[in-house]
């Protein structure tokens, strides 16, 4: 699993951006989930959802604020209860100590891109020399190495990559700074004629996505520049991370970086100009944090197949959610609208996935722990909401018996400022509701992909939203999710 990889930024789902022939080798390999979502777009909640196997309102972990509740039942424990050995290195996020691993090595909060400090099990830390994502897969693969061979595993792969302040290694920057992307269709889109939630987010590529904290540009370029110029807490967090570079990559790196700092002091572009160029930073050190993922994917494989294990290993790439790459002119995620809803994953299982298959049930993060549990013959626990997707991904039966999903994100007011919502998402129609300022809207997926168009008010839509929202009620009464949204106007 990584953290915040778009689906778009993988090249078995999308060739305009980036190619990435490690991760695509599952889907060669394998299947292709094209609409895979998440319940709750933001990472420790995906997370939780992950270990149990349960929407956010039942594992307690609604947003990244809260801290995991570790007495529960959790996917480790029931592997490590029937014998597994049990391993998790890399991202955790969840603040209380991982449980129900034989091994685990996590990264405090967000953990660093260059020389990463670990939390141990002893509860100690310590600095680990070079680049997160390389050092995660050494640790991994070291345990793999050093495990008992007569035993199954779970391993769980957690990178940081390619969260923001996007640092890549130098190969990689080296690779990219230079390569230019297309542009997403709404990229120049204003906030005209969408509801509130629309109007207060602070996602903005242009106004809110700061140069220097997100290590685009070195502030000393950008003192004089009244609009762009820093506080001293960018600074602070632009020295600390960039120090953390090993010379002399850090300094090929500030020389990089330094050619965007010259530009903008050349020619001092304002509104949509500077976004052009916000954009192509943005994707340029984003893509090439995820080129040293592939990377890095590719050398878990390798293992695997080196060391006769990729025959009888479901092996299952993710990331925690989507990511904004630019739409309506975003970076980030949160929201109910598909971008950042949707995840991407891909999952191969020799003998039991045919290759080159493409799956397209609505699948979703309550699936996860239900899945694997299923793929390892092991009892799913009536606690948990989600569905096996074993029967779709070996044929048994091609569609699932769930055609709908359920949606509430809660962290407000936080990062992004994106409102509280609830929601449902069906094959064709989504109905999102922001209670907190009673606004509906519903989108028609199929006419309107990208979302821009809210039909809450069409005539010709009343039959279609009194459906959505007796959808909407009866999921939220399946997953019991009463409490937070009150009663729906
Ligand atoms: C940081 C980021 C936010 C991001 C959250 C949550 N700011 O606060 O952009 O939404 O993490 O991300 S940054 O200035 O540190 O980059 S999450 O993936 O962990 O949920
Ligand atoms: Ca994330």
């Known amino acids: 699993m990584s953290d915040d990889h778009d689906a778009d930024a993988i090249s078995a789902y999308n060739k305009k951006f980036i190619n990435t022939p490690n991760i695509d080798r599952l889907a060669k390999e394998g299947m292709l989930f094209t609409r895979n979502f998440v319940a709750n777009s933001i990472c420790g909640p995906v997370r939780a959802t992950l270990q149990t196997g349960q929407h956010s309102h039942k594992n307690g972990m609604k947003d990244n604020r809260t801290r995991f509740d570790s007495t529960k039942i959790t996917l480790p424990r029931i592997f490590q209860f029937n014998g597994y050995q049990t391993a998790l290195v890399g991202k955790w996020h969840l603040q209380s ?5 034989d091994y685990w090595k996590i990264l405090p909060g967000q953990g660093q891109y260059f020389e990463p400090r670990f939390i141990s099990m002893k509860g100690d830390t310590s600095t680990y020399h070079g680049y997160a994502t390389n050092v995660i897969t050494d640790e991994a693969i070291s345990w793999l190495n050093g495990r008992n061979k007569s035993k199954p595993f779970l391993l769980q792969i957690h990178h940081k990559a390619p969260h923001r302040y996007f640092l ?42 700061k140069l220097c904290s997100d290590l685009k540009v070195d502030p000393k370029y950008l003192m004089d520049i009244p609009e762009l110029k820093p506080d001293s807490l960018d600074i602070v967090y632009y020295n600390s991370i960039f120090n953390r570079i090993p010379e002399p990559d850090r300094n090929s790196i500030k020389k990089i970086y330094e050619e965007r700092g010259k530009l903008l002091q050349q020619l001092r572009p304002k509104g949509k100009e500077l976004l052009k160029y916000k954009y192509q930073w943005y994707m340029q050190d984003y893509l090439a944090c995820v080129a040293s993922i592939d990377e890095n994917v590719g050398r878990v494989l390798n293992y695997l197949d080196k060391n006769g294990l990729a025959k009888n290993t479901l092996v299952i790439y993710t990331g925690d959610q989507g990511m904004y790459l630019g739409e309506n002119g975003w970076f980030d995620k949160r929201w109910m609208y598909d971008v950042s809803m949707q995840a991407p994953m891909l999952m191969r299982w020799p003998g039991k996935i045919k290759p080159g298959s493409i799956n397209t049930n609505l699948t979703q993060t309550i699936d996860y722990a239900p899945t694997m549990l299923d793929a390892a013959s092991l009892d799913i626990p009536g606690f948990m909401q989600g569905i096996s997707l074993v029967p779709s991904m070996t044929g048994k039966q091609k569609i699932l018996p769930r055609n709908k999903l359920y949606y509430h994100f809660y962290e407000y007011k936080a990062d992004h400022t994106v409102l509280q919502h609830l929601g449902i998402r069906g094959e064709r129609y989504k109905l999102i509701y922001f209670y907190t300022v009673n606004e509906w809207e519903l989108y028609d997926l199929e006419a309107d992909p990208q979302e ?5 008010k069409s005539a010709a839509h009343q039959l279609i939203r009194a459906q959505m929202k007796y959808e909407l009620l009866k999921l939220r009464d399946l997953y019991d999710d009463h409490g937070t949204a009150g009663e729906l106007h």
């Open 97 to 101: 100590y991982p449980v129900g691993y």
């Open 168 to 209: 890549a290694p130098l190969k990689y920057i080296e690779q990219y700074h230079s390569k230019t992307f297309p542009e997403p269709s709404t990229l120049y889109i204003d906030t005209a004629g969408h509801g509130t939630a629309w109007r207060l987010q602070t996602m903005s590529i242009l106004h809110n996505m």
């Open 452 to 456: 821009q168009n809210n039909l809450i």
